[in-house]
């Protein structure tokens, strides 16, 4: 049993993480109908800003963050601007094939900057833990990332729902010529939310970033990861894909658990192929919304 | 079948470049050699993926399952059970088309689109990476060691670099026949028709499913038999090679490079990129690790904003529109 609580809380605070990188993915999916197959190397560049920053300045992860976020954002904003506009339109696979050309470079980029091996960014909170009741130990790190995730989550939320510019972010993902004719400049809320995709990268980075090593070619795993956390909450309703990112974290942490070996990470991908088959439009149906 | 296909088969040109290869491993130095056999197993590899990305528009990144069951299936038969690797090859090929149709079959029933299929293509091949990693059996993360080659080949064995570039020469012109057959046949309209709208395709009767199962096995097996071709080639096969999506990844941009439905666009792009990207990494593989890819995925960038359809399409454009004015 103590075994269950101690895994169902690390899955649920990793997952939270899961989830904050799928919102950026589904959020830019919803509104440009563009799906990122650079996400997760973008992820991992976040990651290696924050280890340059370390290795430059020796700032903590925590504190570089206010640094990498606006680069991302701005980076995020030209590789939009520049690459994915001119194929808004045109034929989806474009798009795919552009972004797979994209971690060609982010990953190799990395790979000639920071060499082969792998890498770690220390922090101050790292090594700290926390105990929750008698029996569940948690590290810090984890529920920091847990709280960020929600608390950004929220905010989102808010912003969505509160504002004029998540109204018109939301305007765009109902009805982008409808938008239009309202005054609403599609092509500005459209970069806007690819920037703050690839900015929520930066803040996410951070948070994986204590006690995982570093790979210049671990992008791809976490672009699968947020593909199928996607899925799962239903490619754009955005309370299903945080939904999916806390089931994928508990399935990963139980695999680990229960599963001896590699065997274990095959279970949150055995999962979604489940929820594929039984509820192929996500986990929480898509409302008109 | 079309009269063009008979048309390719008696032109002289073709037969003369064939005939051109086949006399390369008698003066090409080794090292070039080597660079020879992996230029022709990236043709055949771009060629068989065109079957279904190109003809059929669909983005699979499952081929490397395909790729995986040929190089590492047929391996471990020949190492844990002394099954015979030709026998192997067959049964792994015979199982990617298996598995293709089953990929067909989920893409179909559950009205995947371009945009999922490619995602969900993406997250079965890392679980096949995961598979081959956490199984014994099929070598885990050390992979597996094939006995030396003694030339022998009735073992499946083409003794040097030489027999390899015959070998692959041989299965690159088969994936080049395929295609060209396929593209002049009632199979090959389907495919168009579904590929450039899948909706008007089946209102007028093309069978989704089945046209897109036979497309996808076919796919498989040829890939398949490049696996296993290309894992005793290089005698070790490691799973980081074989059953990880990055290869297919390279496949899938080399051949969008050259311009995906006719069998010339990734022929011609594998044909350049491939000696070009070991070039660089031979040489400046020790100071800039990566380089060659980085190069891969600027010029993918560059060709898709500036000309969409690919290198060969925009070429032969530029020489009709020449050869009109």
């Given at each position: ?289 | ?242 059953a990880s999506p990055a290869v297919v990844i390279e496949v899938v941009l080399i051949a969008t490079i050259g311009g995906l439905g006719t069998p010339f666009g990734p022929m011609v792009a594998a044909l350049l990129l491939v000696p070009f990207g070991e070039l660089i990494r031979g040489n400046f593989g020790g100071v800039a690790p990566g380089l060659h890819y980085l190069v891969y995925g600027v010029l993918i960038v560059v060709v ?22």
């Amino acid at each position: 049993m103590d075994m269950f609580l101690q895994s169902l809380a690390q899955g649920l605070l990793i997952g939270s993480t899961y989830g904050l990188i799928s919102l950026g993915m589904g959020l830019t999916y919803s509104v440009s109908g563009v799906i990122n197959f650079a996400h997760g190397d973008l992820l991992s560049l976040g990651m290696f800003l924050a280890l340059a920053c370390f290795t430059a300045f020796g700032l903590d992860p925590y504190i570089s963050v206010f640094i990498t976020f606006p680069v991302m954002v701005a980076f995020g904003a030209l590789v939009y601007r520049f690459l994915i506009r001119p194929l808004v339109g045109s034929h989806v696979l474009m798009v795919i094939q552009l972004t797979l050309g994209l971690t060609f470079i982010v990953q190799n980029g990395l790979l000639m900057t920071f060499g082969g091996m792998s890498h770690r960014v220390p922090s101050k909170i790292e090594a700290d833990l926390i105990l929750l009741g008698d029996s569940v130990v948690l590290r810090s790190a984890l529920a920091v990332a847990f709280a960020v995730s929600v608390a950004l989550a929220g905010l989102l939320y808010f912003v969505l729902t509160r504002t004029d510019t998540g109204r018109s972010i939301r305007a765009v993902h109902q009805n982008a010529k409808a938008a239009a004719l309202m005054g609403i400049s599609v092509d500005r809320v459209r970069t806007l939310t690819f920037a703050l995709g690839v900015g929520l990268l930066a803040i996410a980075a951070v948070l994986l970033t204590p006690g995982t090593p570093l790979h210049p070619s671990q992008g791809l795993r976490y672009t699968v990861i947020s593909l199928m956390v996607m899925v799962l909450g239903g490619m754009t309703n955005f309370a299903g894909i945080l939904l999916g990112g806390l089931l994928f974290g508990i399935a990963e942490a139980f695999g680990t658990v229960y599963v001896s070996g590699t065997s274990g990470m095959i279970v949150p991908y055995a999962m979604f192929i489940l929820v594929l088959l039984l509820r192929p439009e996500g986990l929480l149906k898509r409302r008109a919304s | 079948m079309k009269p063009e296909f008979f048309t390719l088969l008696r032109s002289p040109a073709i037969w003369l470049v064939l005939a051109f290869a086949a006399t390369m491993p008698l003066w090409l130095p080794p090292y070039y050699l080597g660079i020879g056999v992996l230029t022709l197993i990236y043709i055949a590899m771009a060629l068989s993926w065109n079957i279904v990305g190109g003809l059929g528009g669909q983005i699979s990144l499952a081929h490397s399952l395909f790729l995986g069951v040929g190089a590492v299936f047929t391996s471990a038969l020949l190492l844990k059970f002394g099954i015979n690797m030709w026998v192997g090859m067959l049964i792994s090929a015979a199982l990617a088309a298996i598995m293709g149709v089953g990929i067909a079959w989920v893409d179909f029933r559950f009205k995947l689109g371009h945009l999922s299929f490619a995602l969900i293509t993406l997250a079965f091949a890392e679980i096949g990476e995961l598979v081959v990693l956490g199984w014994d059996f099929l070598g885990g993360a050390s992979g597996l060691y094939l006995p030396s080659d003694k030339g022998d080949l009735l073992a499946f064995q083409f003794g040097g670099a030489k027999g390899y570039f015959w070998l692959a020469l041989v299965i690159a012109a088969g994936c080049f026949l395929v295609n060209f057959a396929i593209i002049n046949s009632p199979l090959g309209y389907y495919l168009r028709a579904i590929r450039d709208n899948e909706n008007a395709a089946q209102a007028v009767g093309v069978a989704l499913l089945r046209n897109k199962a036979i497309a996808m096995a076919i796919s498989a097996a040829l890939t398949a038999i490049i696996g296993t071709a290309y894992a005793r080639y290089v005698a070790f096969v490691d799973p980081y090679l074989f059953a990880s999506p990055a290869v297919v990844i390279e496949v899938v941009l080399i051949a969008t490079i050259g311009g995906l439905g006719t069998p010339f666009g990734p022929m011609v792009a594998a044909l350049l990129l491939v000696p070009f990207g070991e070039l660089i990494r031979g040489n400046f593989g020790g100071v800039a690790p990566g380089l060659h890819y980085l190069v891969y995925g600027v010029l993918i960038v560059v060709v898709i904003l500036s000309m969409p359809r690919g290198l060969v399409p925009r070429i032969m454009d530029v020489m009709a529109r020449r050869r009109a004015s």
